[in-house]
């Protein structure tokens, strides 16, 4: 499998565990499906994901906002093949 750095993680939203992702993407549509993303290595399926000017992404073993805060900065990437493009564009 091949990954793309498609974003990274801005900060913590809400007490939830939720994160603030700041994408390298074109945009929330190329994402919007994806249902499993990478953090350090490490597999994180995603539980929901939201556009609100910004993307915002619940992520399963992040439960607070305390562990949210621990992936401050740190690059996400998803499976190359699950992320949408447009016809005539490349990565």
Not at 24 to 30: K, N, P, V
Not at 53 to 63: E, N, T
Request: proline fraction near 3%.
């Amino acid at each position: 499998m091949d990954k793309l750095l498609i974003g990274i993680i801005v900060k913590p939203q809400g007490i939830k565990g939720e994160v603030k992702v700041k994408l390298f993407t074109d945009g929330f549509e190329s994402v919007s499906g994806l249902k499993e993303i990478f953090i350090d290595d490490v597999a994180y399926p995603v539980l929901k994901m939201r556009c609100d000017k910004d993307v915002f992404m619940l992520l399963r073993g992040i439960a607070d906002r305390n562990a949210a805060e621990l992936l401050r900065q740190k690059q996400v990437y998803a499976d190359k093949d699950a992320v949408k493009r447009p016809k005539g564009r490349y990565f």
